[in-house]
């Protein structure tokens, strides 16, 4: 399993940023995808995932609403739009094929702030 997470950025409060997640090494189309994040001294935080077609999608309180997951399956990619982003939205973000992170590969970071 590879996964390579990226767009992330500086954003004010209140922007939007798109991730990007690219797999390979395993039945992407077959295989339900999360996003997890981890916050400067937190721990790892599961915040949305998606079925392996794409019509079953849940997130956590505190990014739904604002947060949107979807993936396209003929191109390996899973997304993760971003909107109306709060300085603590800021983390390390990840793609990963459990909702523990195990499979996580190398995340890309948010930073929130003006």
């Known amino acids: 399993v590879q996964l390579q997470a990226s767009g992330g950025g500086l954003v004010q409060p209140g922007g939007s940023l798109r991730l990007s997640c690219v797999a390979s090494?395993?039945?992407?189309?077959?295989?339900?995808m999360y996003w997890l994040r981890q916050a400067p001294g937190n721990g790892l935080e599961l915040i949305s995932g998606?079925?392996?077609?794409?019509?079953?999608?849940h997130y956590t309180d505190p990014v739904k609403g604002r947060f949107t997951i979807s993936r396209d399956n003929s191109k390996n990619t899973m997304y993760l739009q971003m909107d109306n982003l709060k300085p603590e939205d800021t983390a390390i973000y990840y793609c990963?094929?459990?909702?523990?992170?195990?499979?996580r590969g190398q995340g890309t970071l948010v930073t929130v702030s003006s």
């Open positions: 998606i079925s392996s077609a794409g019509t079953t999608k």
């Open positions: 990963s094929t459990d909702d523990r992170g195990d499979s």
């Open positions: 090494g395993f039945s992407f189309r077959n295989t339900p």
